[in-house]
């Protein structure tokens, strides 16, 4: 056992941590990947922590290490356990709902570790499970924060401070002022009618 700090600055028991080996490397990765989605390079990155801690406090060959990350990455890929496609559609989804720019979400899958074809297939896919999806996306990010037509009082004052969000979150000067400058909500739900209507003709 070794102490940790605890946040009132005593100590606490721990666990003492054990050197990585090819085993406990891959228990590592499955038990990641149940928990959470992933990307190949991500995932290899949550890997390659544990290593250098291993390496930090046992000696462990850096090198050899690093190998065994890149085969159990690389299998979990070709067995399809991890697939950068589906987790960058999925995430590119999910940010959507929650009313992020499509130039947020290349950020935040780029982070991530996902390759340029396959973001670019991600908002492929967003576009058509919505073709206004940034127009949507701008009416919950406003929505979310309480901007343009969701502001209880002082709108007008507050038009500038609330476009400047809405660049901050990703979104076209275009797409920010058409839901700022909005009348109401109800105008905003009226213009996202007229154009589902206008795609179906």
Not at 35 to 61: E, P, Q
């Amino acid at each position: 056992m070794n102490d940790q700090p605890n946040g009132d600055g005593t100590r606490k028991l721990g666990r003492k941590s054990k050197p990585v080996t090819q085993e406990r490397l891959r228990k590592a990765a499955l038990a990641h990947i149940d928990r959470y989605a992933t990307s190949s390079d991500n995932l290899r990155d949550v890997l390659m922590r544990r290593i250098h801690r291993s390496v930090r406090l046992h000696g462990t060959d850096p090198d050899r290490a690093s190998g065994w990350a890149d085969e159990i990455v690389a299998d979990l890929v070709a067995r399809n356990l991890v697939n950068d496609r589906q987790y960058a559609e999925n995430r590119a989804l999910s940010l959507y709902r929650r009313g992020t720019s499509r130039r947020k979400i290349e950020m935040y899958l780029r982070t991530k570790g996902v390759g340029p074809a396959d973001i670019t297939e991600a908002l492929v896919a967003l576009e058509e499970t919505d073709p206004d999806s940034e127009f949507t996306a701008a009416c919950r990010h406003a929505q979310r924060r309480r901007l343009g037509p969701w502001r209880r009082e002082n709108r007008l004052a507050r038009r500038d401070n609330d476009l400047a969000a809405m660049a901050r979150a990703g979104f076209s000067y275009g797409i920010a002022s058409q839901v700022i400058n909005a009348d109401d909500i109800e105008a905003l739900e009226e213009e996202s009618e007229q154009r589902a209507a206008e795609r179906r003709s």
